[in-house]
C-alpha cells in the first residue's frame, strides 16, 4: 500500500492525539463531578437526616399529613426548585409517621440504618440514608433518586468541557490550516520536479522553501550540478569521437568506391580491397579504444574497482609476449627492470592490463626501427621508455588530450591511448607523466601524491 | 584537369587520388600541409581539394595565405567537424565549397566540376563547340549527335581546350594540365594525343601555331 503523504499522517497524528487527550480529560472530568455531586448531597442528605433524627414526632398526625401535602402541592405549582430529596419517619416498629410529599411515600421502613446505600424503590434508583432518632422511638429515612444525580452530573460536564470541545476544534483546524500552509511549497516544488524535462538541469529555486527542506534541495541542486557536468562530457566525448569516427568512414567509402569504379583493371581492386581491409581493422581499433575509454570515463564497469592482487611481472610478460613479433619485426629490443613495489598492488588485472598495453602499444608503435623499449616497475612507479623518440615540449602539453595526435603524425592512432592510460591510473589514484629521459620518452605512472 | 589533393589520412588520400584520376583528373597528392602550400605555388592547378583537419599547418591557415598572395585558384574543402562555424570559417577564409566527412567520390568530381566550370566563366554543365558536346561529369564526348571514345588523356586534352577557347596553350601547360607530377610524360604525348583527337573529332577542331602551341579558335 503507498504511504499516505506527510501532511495527511501528521493531521491524523495530531488528531488522535489531541482525541485521546479530550477523552481521557474528559473521563476524569466525570468522575471528578460525580464525587462532588455525591459528596454534597451526602452531606446534604445527612444534616437533614439529623435534624430530623433530633425533632419531636410526638404530635404529630394524621391531619399534619393532608396539611403538610397540600402545602407542598401549594408551593410546587408555584415556583419549584426540585431537588428530589424525600423523607420519611417511621416509629421504630416500621408505622410510618410523617412522609414528604410523594417522595417519601415509598421509602421502606427498614434497610441499612447509620450510612448510605442504593435501594431500588419503585421502580428508581434511591440513596438513602437512615438514622435511628435520639430518643431510639422514630426510624428518619432521607433519600434522593440517583437519576437526578446523573442529570446534575451531565449538566456540570457539559458546561464544562463545551470549552474543551471547541478549543479541541480550532486546535485541529488550525493544525490542519498550518501544515496545509507548510507543505505548499513543498507540494508545488514537488509538482516543479514533476513538470520538470529531462534535459532542465538549472538548480531548484530556493526561495520560499522551508529551511528544514533546504539541505535536500541543495544536495539535488549540486546532483543536478554535477549530472550536467557528466553530461557535457558525454556529449563533448560523443562529438569527438562521431568526429574520429568520420575520417576512417570516408577512407571505406572511397576505397570502396574506387573499387567499383575500376571494374576492368584486377591490379586497383586487389589493392583497393587490401586498403579497405586495413581501414577497416583500424576502424575496429578505433571503435575498440572509444568503447574502452567511454566505459572507464562513464564508470560504467562495475568490475573497475575491484580490489585483486596485481602480478605486475605476469602482465608485463603477456604483454611483451603478444608485441614480441611486431617488435621483432622492427628490431626492437625489449628491457625489464621489474625490481620494485608498482604503483598500484591491487585492482583489476583487467584494466590493469589494459594500462600497460596501451603504454606498450605506444611504444612499439612510435619506436623507430632498432629502437630500445625499457618497461621499469619500481620505487611506486611503472615506467615505459622509448630510445631515440623525443617530443617537443610544446607537444608534451598537449599529450594526453583527448583524440590529439602530434602534427605530421605519419603513424596511425585512435589518440586515445594516452587519455586511456590516464583515466585507469586516476581511479587508482595515480597519474601518468610525459618525460623526455636519458632513456628517451618516458610514461610514468605513479601515485598521484608523488 | 590538374587537382592538388591535400589529405593527411593515407587511405582517404589513396582513395581520392586513385579515384579522381579514373574519374579523369590528373592529381597531385600531398598529405603535408607546408608541401601542399608549396605546390600550389609552383604548378598550375585547376582546382584544390584541402582536408581542414590537417595535423601539420591547419587547413585554413593554408587557405588565408594563398587568398593572401593572391591565388584564385578554387578551392573545394573536407571537414569531419559537423558543426557549422568550421563550414562558415571556411567560406570565409576563401573556400569556394565544401564537403563534410564521409562523402562520395562522385560527390567530389561533381563539386570540382562545378568549380573549374564556374572559374572558366560557364554556366551550362554541357559544354558545345561546333558540331562537339562534352558533359565534364560523364566525361563523354559527342560528335554530330554521336558518342565518341576517347581515351582518358585524351578527354582531358579536350576538355581543357574547350575551356580556354580563343587562347594558345602552350605544349609546357597542357603537359603541366594534364598530367601530374608522378606521370612519366614522353616527350611527343601532346602531339599524338592532338592528332587522335582530330582524327577522331575533325582535322580543323584544334588550330597548330608553330613553336608556340595550339588553339581552338571560335
Given at each position: 500500500m503507498q504511504k499516505l503523504n506527510l501532511r495527511f499522517r501528521l493531521i491524523i497524528f495530531f488528531g488522535l492525539i489531541s482525541l485521546t487527550v479530550f477523552t481521557v480529560a474528559g473521563l476524569l472530568s466525570w468522575q471528578e463531578c460525580r464525587e462532588k455531586v455525591d459528596e454534597f448531597f451526602d452531606t446534604y442528605q445527612l444534616a437533614l437526616a439529623r435534624q430530623l433524627s433530633t425533632a419531636d414526632w410526638t404530635h404529630v398526625v394524621p391531619e399534619s399529613q393532608e396539611i403538610t401535602d397540600q402545602l407542598i402541592e401549594d408551593v410546587s405549582n408555584a415556583e419549584s426548585e426540585e431537588d428530589s430529596i424525600g423523607f420519611a419517619i417511621f416509629s421504630?416498629?416500621?408505622?410510618?409517621?410523617f412522609h414528604d410529599g410523594e417522595k417519601g411515600k415509598d421509602f421502606p421502613p427498614f434497610g441499612r440504618t447509620g450510612s448510605f446505600g442504593t435501594e431500588r424503590i419503585d421502580d428508581d434508583d434511591w440513596r438513602v440514608i437512615r438514622l435511628m432518632s435520639t430518643d431510639r422511638q422514630y426510624i428518619v429515612a432521607v433519600g434522593q433518586e440517583l437519576d437526578f444525580r446523573t442529570e446534575i452530573v451531565e449538566d456540570m460536564f457539559e458546561e464544562f468541557m463545551t470549552p474543551w470541545g471547541i478549543g479541541l476544534f480550532v486546535l485541529l483546524a488550525a493544525i490542519i490550516v498550518m501544515l496545509t500552509k507548510e507543505f505548499a511549497s513543498l507540494n508545488r516544488l514537488a509538482a516543479q520536479l514533476k513538470t520538470r524535462s529531462a534535459d532542465d538541469l538549472s538548480p531548484i529555486d530556493e526561495t520560499n522553501i522551508p529551511a528544514e527542506v533546504t539541505p535536500l534541495t541543495g544536495e539535488v541542486n549540486q546532483l543536478f550540478a554535477r549530472i550536467e557536468e557528466m553530461l557535457k562530457r558525454e556529449r563533448d566525448f560523443i562529438a569527438d569521437a562521431a568526429h574520429e569516427l568520420r575520417s576512417p568512414l570516408t577512407a571505406l567509402k572511397v576505397q570502396l568506391e574506387v573499387a567499383q569504379m575500376s571494374a576492368n583493371d584486377p591490379q586497383t581492386i586487389r589493392e583497393s580491397l587490401q586498403k579497405l581491409e586495413h581501414g577497416i581493422d583500424r576502424s575496429t581499433r578505433l571503435v575498440e579504444q572509444l568503447l574502452a575509454f567511454s566505459r572507464i570515463e562513464s564508470n560504467l564497469t562495475p568490475d573497475l574497482h575491484d580490489e585483486e592482487s596485481l602480478d605486475w611481472t605476469q602482465i608485463v610478460a603477456r604483454i611483451k609476449d603478444e608485441y614480441a613479433p611486431g617488435a621483432a619485426a622492427k628490431q626492437i629490443t625489449f628491457i625489464e627492470r621489474l625490481s620494485g613495489p608498482p604503483p598500484f598492488q591491487k585492482g583489476n588485472p583487467v584494466w590493469a592490463d589494459l594500462m600497460l598495453r596501451n603504454l606498450v602499444d605506444n611504444a612499439v608503435k612510435y619506436s623507430p626501427c632498432g629502437a630500445v623499449i625499457t618497461i621499469t616497475i619500481e620505487d611506486e612507479k611503472i615506467s615505459v621508455c622509448n630510445s631515440d623518440v623525443s617530443v617537443s615540449p610544446e607537444q608534451l602539453t598537449h599529450l594526453g588530450q583527448r583524440f590529439y595526435r602530434p602534427a605530421g603524425q605519419k603513424i596511425e592512432g585512435s589518440g586515445l591511448g594516452l587519455s586511456i592510460i590516464a583515466k585507469i591510473a586516476s581511479i587508482y589514484h595515480c597519474r601518468a607523466d610525459c618525460t623526455n629521459t636519458s632513456d628517451g620518452f618516458c610514461v610514468t605512472i605513479l601515485p598521484q601524491t608523488n | 584537369m590538374r587537382i592538388l589533393l591535400i589529405e593527411d589520412d593515407s587511405l582517404i588520400g589513396d582513395g581520392i587520388k586513385n579515384g579522381l584520376e579514373k574519374l579523369g583528373f590528373s592529381v597531385d597528392w600531398f598529405s603535408d600541409g607546408d608541401d601542399g602550400h608549396e605546390a600550389l605555388l609552383q604548378a598550375d592547378y585547376d582546382a584544390v581539394v584541402l582536408d581542414?583537419?590537417?595535423?601539420?599547418?591547419?587547413g585554413l591557415s593554408i587557405l588565408t595565405n594563398w587568398r593572401a598572395r593572391g591565388c584564385k585558384v578554387p578551392v573545394l574543402i573536407l571537414t569531419a567537424r559537423g558543426d557549422v562555424d568550421e563550414r562558415i570559417a571556411g567560406l570565409n577564409s576563401g573556400a569556394d565549397d565544401y564537403l563534410g566527412k564521409p562523402f562520395a567520390l562522385k560527390e567530389v568530381q561533381a563539386r570540382l566540376n562545378a568549380l573549374i566550370r564556374r572559374s572558366s566563366g560557364l554556366s551550362t554543365p554541357e559544354i558545345k563547340y561546333r558540331e562537339i558536346t562534352f558533359n565534364p561529369q560523364n566525361r563523354k564526348t559527342f560528335f554530330n549527335g554521336k558518342e565518341v571514345t576517347l581515351s582518358p588523356k585524351e578527354t582531358a586534352l579536350l576538355e581543357l581546350l574547350l575551356l580556354n577557347r580563343n587562347k594558345v596553350l602552350s605544349k609546357e601547360s597542357i603537359e603541366s594540365k594534364i598530367y601530374s607530377w608522378d606521370d612519366d610524360v614522353s616527350s611527343n604525348a601532346v602531339e599524338v594525343h592532338i592528332h587522335h583527337l582530330r582524327k577522331k573529332l575533325?582535322?580543323?577542331i584544334v588550330k597548330t601555331i608553330n613553336k608556340i602551341g595550339y588553339i581552338m579558335e571560335d
Open positions: 421504630n416498629a416500621g408505622e410510618r409517621i | 581542414l583537419g590537417l595535423p601539420g599547418r591547419d575533325g582535322k580543323d
